[in-house]
DNA sequence: CGCCTTTGACCAGCGC
DNA sequence: GCGCTGGTCAAAGGCG
């Protein structure tokens, strides 16, 4: 079995304050990579760093593949990725796009619980309501990175074609309706990717201070 | 005791 | 329409 990971514990400390991908929009994604230990570091690089967009895909789906400069790769892993959009990326690691002044579209699916929808039978009230999301992929030892936040595991499920079960988490902070998802890669089980679904409307559970000193993003990250 | 993980079951979406 | 698959729920048990 996999050992369970409390995110604020025992993974390695990744402070991130994750802002929003939406379709197709996003407000901001500040990569913060201050906590990390440089000589005993789990991760290693991912990509070549310097913040690029690269579109996986030709079409306006919003497949992109972000190589922000810190070296952690943002993409698309699966066709829920169709719900990312543009992002731009600066240097330092901000990542950030146009948000359309609407900051909120597309959440809020869930003040009624699933099981509530369930049995209200709510059709297609369970997929198509999706949060936006992103996804990074770093090369990591422990399979959940902390970004700051509080998560909660709800789920494990193992999926097609993979050896690795995909675990499900979600925001412990009261009506953080934010979920990650997080699996390994089957072709390199050394490649963790994480899924972020949704938005934060709170700060993270600790090292705030962190969080809000963007200057110091990928100093510390070789 | 409260919070968390585990895990089987359930359901919706999708492809055929 | 049916089966497969992914995503979620919730009960049970573990741990600090």
């Not at 494990?156 to 990650?180: D, F, G, L």
């Amino acid at each position: 079995m996999f050992p369970s990971a409390t995110s604020s514990s025992t993974a390695v400390k990744m402070n991130q304050q994750i802002g929003l991908v939406e379709n197709p929009m996003i407000s901001s994604f500040n990569f913060q990579t201050s906590l990390l230990p440089l000589s005993s570091s789990p991760y290693s690089v991912v990509g070549g760093g310097g913040g690029d967009l690269v579109p996986t895909h030709g079409d306006d789906d919003g497949h992109h593949f972000i190589r922000p400069s810190n070296n952690i790769d943002l993409w698309s892993p699966d066709r829920a990725s169709k719900e990312v959009g543009a992002v731009q990326v600066n240097h330092g690691g901000m990542i950030s796009s146009k948000n359309n002044g609407k900051p909120d579209s597309g959440l809020g699916v869930g003040s009624m619980s699933m099981r509530t929808m369930m049995k209200k039978k709510v059709k297609g009230a369970r997929r198509k309501m999706r949060e936006p999301r992103f996804c990074f992929k770093t090369m990591s030892e422990v399979d959940v990175l902390d970004d700051g936040y509080k998560w909660r595991k709800y789920g494990q499920k193992v999926v097609k074609n993979t050896q690795h079960p995909r675990s499900y988490y979600r925001c412990t902070q009261e009506n953080c309706r934010v979920k990650k998802r997080i699996e390994r890669l089957a072709e390199d089980p050394r490649m963790v990717i994480t899924t972020y679904e949704g938005r934060h409307v709170h700060s993270p559970s600790h090292d705030e201070e962190d969080s809000q000193a963007p200057s110091k993003v990928s100093t510390l990250f070789w």
